[in-house]
Antibody, heavy 118, light 111 residues
C-alpha cells in the first residue's frame, strides 16, 4: 500500500527541539520531491519545507534557520528537525509527496501534532 | 492572513451544487495552475483537483475546478453527506519564497 506515516510529535517547551519522522511505503522517498506542510490551530495550511530529488532543500521564511529537512534513503524516511521551537509552531505537521506542477501534493500522511507550550 | 482568499464556509442540501471561490493575484493564481484539497479533521488531506481542472483517479466527476483571471473555483455538484469537509485551494506565488501557498480553507456543511 502506498502511504506516509508521520511520528515524533508531542508536547515541548518553547526553545526546545523535536524531530519528526515520515515513513514511506509503496514508493521511494529519494525518487520524489517531499514536502512538510503544517496546520495551525484554527487556521489553514502552511507549507513548511521541501526536499528535492537531488537533495536541495528550501524553507518557509517562518522556519528558516530553525528547521532542517532531511531523509534516510535506507529507511525510506523523511525527517523534519525542529529547533528553537516557538509557541506559534504549534500545529499538526503533515508530510506529503510533492509532484509539483505535474500533480500537486498527491499523497499525504495523517499528521502528527506538535504542541509548543510552557 | 492567507495569500489566497476563500470564504470560511459554504453549505447546501443533498443534491445541490456548491461552489467555493479562491481569490488570488497575478503573481499566483493569475500565472499558474490551481490545486484543491479535501480535508476531514484527523485524517490525511486528499488531492481533489490538480492543474486547475484535472481530477486524480478515484475522484468523482461531481468535483470540478476552473479558473478565470486571478480567481479559481471548486464546484461540487450532487452534494452528498460525505462531502462535508474542509476544502483548500493552493498554488505558487512568484513574489514569495514559499513553495506552495494555500487558501484559508472553506468548511462545507451538508444541511
Amino acid at each position: 500500500e502506498v502511504q506516509l506515516v508521520e511520528s515524533g510529535g508531542g508536547l515541548i517547551q518553547p526553545g526546545g527541539s523535536l524531530r519528526l519522522s515520515c515513513a514511506a511505503s509503496g514508493f521511494t522517498v529519494s525518487s520524489n520531491y517531499m514536502s512538510w506542510v503544517r496546520q495551525t490551530p484554527g487556521k489553514g495550511l502552511e507549507w513548511v519545507s521541501i526536499m528535492y530529488i537531488g537533495g536541495s532543500t528550501f524553507y518557509a521564511d517562518s522556519v528558516k534557520g530553525r528547521f532542517t529537512i532531511s531523509r534516510d534513503n535506507s529507511k525510506n524516511t523523511l525527517y523534519l528537525q525542529m529547533n528553537s521551537l516557538r509557541v506559534e509552531d504549534t500545529a499538526v505537521y503533515y508530510c506529503a509527496r510533492d509532484l509539483q506542477e505535474v500533480a500537486g501534493l498527491d499523497l499525504w500522511g495523517q499528521g502528527t501534532l506538535v504542541t509548543v507550550s510552557s | 492572513q492567507s495569500v489566497l482568499t476563500q470564504p470560511p464556509s459554504a453549505s447546501g442540501t443533498p443534491g445541490q451544487r456548491v461552489t467555493i471561490s479562491c481569490s488570488g493575484s497575478s503573481s499566483n493564481i493569475g500565472s499558474t495552475f490551481v490545486y484543491w484539497y479535501q480535508h476531514l479533521p484527523g485524517t490525511a488531506p486528499k488531492l481533489l483537483i490538480y492543474r486547475t481542472d484535472q481530477r486524480p483517479p478515484g475522484v468523482p466527476d461531481r468535483f470540478s475546478g476552473s479558473k478565470s483571471g486571478t480567481s479559481a473555483s471548486l464546484a461540487i455538484s450532487g452534494l452528498r453527506s460525505e462531502d462535508e469537509a474542509d476544502y483548500y485551494c493552493a498554488t505558487w506565488d512568484d513574489s514569495l519564497s514559499a513553495n506552495w501557498v494555500f487558501g484559508g480553507g472553506t468548511k462545507v456543511t451538508v444541511l
